[in-house]
């Protein structure tokens, strides 16, 4: 069986030669991607644990981690939290080996707490939310497939990935980066739960920040304005490092301040609050959601990194379109689709196909396009292996 790869040039307007664009981010503190986060770091570490233990990662998923938000009375200078939020902790795992139970449920729940006190500093993981696992035994079809050593698709999925970013996809990974990341010790007050989304028309970004303010840290409504007039600063002048059109930032559009309504929040978190968060309903694997190009549902985190093509897919299609774009400066996009089949080796897809946007003839770069996507089928198992040292993110 070979790999099936397809390539060819399409017609087609490169998206920085376009009039309008869209791009969004949810932040690492926004429910939906509170539950991607949990599930991928459960499924990292049941890796570790059976690698460990067994020295091969056993079966498991656990994409399916649900957000139900609890309630809070945030206030200037404080604010509480009513009732946690609840983390139901969902999916399917072996948790049997050889006669002997495995507490899978256990090591769960502690990888998920630990996340928590890790990446939410206003958060209390023992007290502000609550815990109810529910990961039970895998399908013996799919565990059966799995269990095989041949490493074939548990799943007949695809996979797609673009490259190069644009302007506008990089200023909004790059500010929602910078918000939950460098800007945490300087600007006091600003929550993990962000949303980042651009809109371009022509030349002109519009940057719309929805930012969940810490009450604890903002004695006042005029210590709010003058942390957000900061933060709009800071992202702005971000902002433009990576562009040289104009940009526009709004931060937080939903506030009244005559009718005394802020973004204000006790954890940093809108969870604390009624808001719910499920895996997959955010960002794809590269951590963007780009309505301009083509994109993949397929939830990437807590999917098993062995054999699962709807989290190994997305990400080696990224990782392929970034190799085949710098090959050469007549190609300006490359578009890349893995499609498998469930029983089949998951290094020898269905259809690998390329679609290149460039100038000048194809011919002269496809010998080259195919060597890339060959060798890194030829190689996917390095996938598994940067997913569970933590090298790659998934959204």
């Known amino acids: 069986m070979g790999r099936n790869i397809e390539i060819e040039k399409i017609n087609y307007t490169p998206i920085e030669k376009q009039d309008a664009e869209l791009v969004e981010r949810k932040g690492i503190g926004h429910p939906d991607s509170v539950a991607d986060g949990l599930a991928e770091t459960m499924s990292r570490t049941l890796c570790r644990y059976y ?5 091969r990662i056993l079966h498991h998923n656990t994409d399916e981690c649900q957000i139900v938000g609890g309630e809070s009375a945030p206030k200037f200078g404080g604010g509480v939290v009513l009732a946690p939020a609840q983390i139901i902790l969902v999916g399917r795992a072996v948790t049997e080996v050889n006669g002997e139970r495995l507490p899978i449920r256990s090591i769960a729940i502690k990888a998920a707490k630990k996340y928590l006190k890790k990446n939410f500093m206003y958060l209390d993981a023992d007290t502000d939310v609550t815990f109810d696992c529910k990961i039970g035994k895998g399908s013996v079809d799919l565990r059966g ?13 695809f996979g797609i990935g673009y490259a190069p970013f644009s302007e ?3 200023i909004v990974l790059k500010t929602a ?20 989304m651009a809109g371009r028309k022509k030349n002109r970004i519009d940057l719309t920040i929805a930012t969940a303010m810490v009450g604890s840290e ?4 005029d210590h709010y304005i003058s942390v957000k007039e900061e933060l709009k600063d800071r992202i702005l002048d971000n902002a433009l490092k990576y562009t040289d059109r104009d940009v526009n930032v709004y931060v937080n559009t939903g506030d009244d301040i005559k009718k005394k309504i802020y973004y ?3 954890t940093g978190l809108s969870m604390e609050n009624g808001d719910d968060g499920s895996v997959g309903r955010g960002n794809r694997a590269n951590g963007l959601i780009t309505p301009n190009r083509p994109m993949s549902m397929e939830a990437s985190a807590g999917k098993n990194p062995v054999t699962h093509v709807g989290k190994i897919y997305n990400i080696l299609a990224f990782g392929i379109a970034n190799e085949i774009v710098k090959l050469s400066d007549d190609i300006e996009e490359a578009q890349v689709r893995l499609l ?3 029983g089949k080796p998951i290094d020898k897809p269905a259809l690998a196909s390329v679609q290149l946007i460039m100038d000048g003839n194809m011919n002269r770069v496809k010998d080259d396009v ?5 060798e890194n089928l030829e190689n996917i198992t390095d996938v598994t292996r940067d997913i569970v040292n933590g090298k790659v993110n998934v959204f």
């Open 51 to 55: 690698l460990q233990n067994y020295g």
């Open 145 to 157: 497939l799995y269990e095989s050593k041949k490493f074939l698709a548990n799943d007949t999925s």
């Open 168 to 170: 506008t996809e990089s």
């Open 177 to 196: 980066k910078m918000i939950n990341g460098s800007l945490k010790k300087k600007l006091k007050g600003v929550g993990e739960d962000i949303k980042v």
């Open 218 to 221: 903002i004695p006042d409504a």
């Open 264 to 266: 204000l929040t006790v």
């Open 340 to 342: 498998s089949q469930i």
């Open 370 to 374: 195919y060597s890339v996507v060959n």
